[in-house]
């Protein structure tokens, strides 16, 4: 199970290890249902079983401590960056104590009794509030209430490795290597990522928190480094589809299914084929899920190239198909593509599937 | 002969993992609470900040 292993040593830490002095300092509560916590003031990327916060009994957030990426659930978890967010925590509080740290404002309280579909279909069933539940239940609600932003609530938690920073995890915030729109913006191996827009991060929970608060039409997100005890302002340009990341891991019932990965054909390639060629989303089938014949989804080949859904060619966020029908379908919803095969043109329905939780 | 030990410490792991009470908890281990209002009490207490785990087990 995600983050098993790591649960199990920071919850087992010896007392007389540098781990076991800092969480002395500490309150320590490990808590296991959320049925009665306010989900509004520990709000989160409800696809982690693991996450942390540190805070004080005035429920004044220091800092979270946790986070993924689709690569694994423990990419960003690390022994030796939690002893460095248990230290900064540390000294977060005494600060407070001194009345040096200014309160932040409250979020409004959400109990998970609140949510009706939790309730209908979990609480009232004496069903554990999973935390992915909670999250897609709020989205689900969204939908309903004609809410949903799928480009900030479906696609939530953006990868910073898009931006091209790799962190050297076992020291917190510190960026091992640097590429693509960060290092044009100046970024170096050895920054501190210190600060997103202003706010300030201490773990790569805060800084995946608040990257993640970014609007996803933004152009630019300002940076703030440590550089050698220097601070320094950077202002990134945020590359196209910076918000994307792979879904795979997470368990939406508001994202459709479609059991193919397509990649985009180049501007000549779709000059070639007579196709939209600018804001056009034709994509090339590159992967068939195997579930896609199993539940008779579609039957699209490895190869096929699909260059229009319900007789729409363009848009201006998607750049494939497969994009396109997440961003803008409905999970369960059937669809018709325009496809070519092997230089011929047809059409092919797919049904987007739902994903469904049994209790 | 190191099986006692090792079957021992897997039941105190698997105690401490279950959100057992706190009085378990002997003197080389750091006390976990399971209830955050207990937790809150606990820091308000102490003037100790709170190092607070969310642990979805499906």
Redesign the interface.
């Known amino acids: 199970?995600a983050?098993r292993a790591f649960?199990?040593q920071?919850?087992?830490?010896?007392?007389?290890s540098p781990r076991?002095k800092l969480?002395?300092?500490?309150?320590?509560?490990?808590?296991?249902r959320?049925d009665?916590?306010d989900v509004g003031l520990?709000d989160r990327d409800w696809n982690?079983?693991?996450?942390?916060?540190?805070?004080?009994?005035d429920?004044q957030i220091?800092m979270r401590y946790g986070g993924r990426d689709a690569r694994s659930p423990d990419s960003y978890l690390n022994l030796s960056s939690l002893e460095l967010a248990?230290a900064k925590?540390?000294e977060?509080?005494r600060q407070y104590?001194k009345g040096g740290l200014k309160n932040a404002e409250r979020p409004k309280p959400l109990f998970p009794r609140e949510i009706p579909l939790l309730v209908d279909r979990t609480i009232s069933r004496n069903a554990?509030v999973?935390?992915?539940l909670i999250g897609d239940y709020l989205n689900v609600h969204r939908e309903k209430d004609g809410k949903l932003d799928k480009l900030t609530h479906m696609y939530r938690s953006p990868d910073i490795r898009t931006l091209g920073i790799e962190l050297d995890a076992p020291k917190g915030l510190v960026v091992k290597e640097v590429r693509g729109a960060v290092a044009a913006a100046g970024m170096k191996p050895g920054d501190r990522i210190a600060g997103v827009n202003g706010t300030p991060v201490w773990a790569f929970g805060d800084l995946q928190y608040h990257y993640d608060k970014v609007n996803r039409n933004a152009e630019r997100v300002q940076m703030a480094v440590d550089r050698d005890g220097t601070p320094v302002d950077l202002s990134i340009a945020l590359p196209e589809r910076w918000w994307w990341t792979d879904l795979t891991f997470r368990q939406w019932t508001i994202e459709p299914r479609v059991y193919f990965e397509s990649v985009p054909l180049t501007e000549q390639e779709k000059r070639e084929q007579g196709l939209v060629e600018r804001g056009g989303f034709a994509s090339k089938v590159k992967r068939v899920d195997m579930f896609a014949e199993m539940t008779k989804s579609h039957e699209l080949r490895a190869g096929d190239i699909v260059f229009g859904v319900d007789g729409v060619q363009r848009d201006e966020v998607a750049n494939t198909a497969e994009l396109f029908i997440k961003l803008r379908k409905t999970a369960g919803e059937t669809v018709t593509l325009d496809v070519i095969r092997d230089g011929k043109r047809m059409q092919m329905k797919l049904k987007t599937y739902k994903m469904s939780f049994r209790k | 002969m190191r099986k006692p030990e090792l079957l021992s410490s897997t039941v105190l792991?698997c105690v401490?993992?279950a959100?057992a009470s706190p009085s378990l908890a002997q003197?080389?281990?750091?006390?976990?609470?399971?209830?955050?209002?207990?937790?809150?009490?606990?820091?308000?207490r102490?003037?100790?900040?709170?190092?607070?785990?969310?642990?979805?087990?499906?």
């Open positions: 199970m983050g649960d199990e920071v919850v087992l830490s010896p007392t007389d076991g969480l002395s300092q500490y309150v320590c509560a490990r808590i296991t959320m009665e916590i520990f982690n079983t693991l996450y942390y916060f540190m805070m004080n009994a429920e220091y248990l925590g540390l977060l509080h104590q554990c999973e935390c992915h | 792991a401490l993992l959100g003197d080389d281990e750091i006390r976990w609470l399971d209830n955050y209002r207990e937790a809150i009490q606990a820091a308000k102490t003037q100790k900040p709170i190092f607070l785990e969310f642990r979805c087990e499906p």
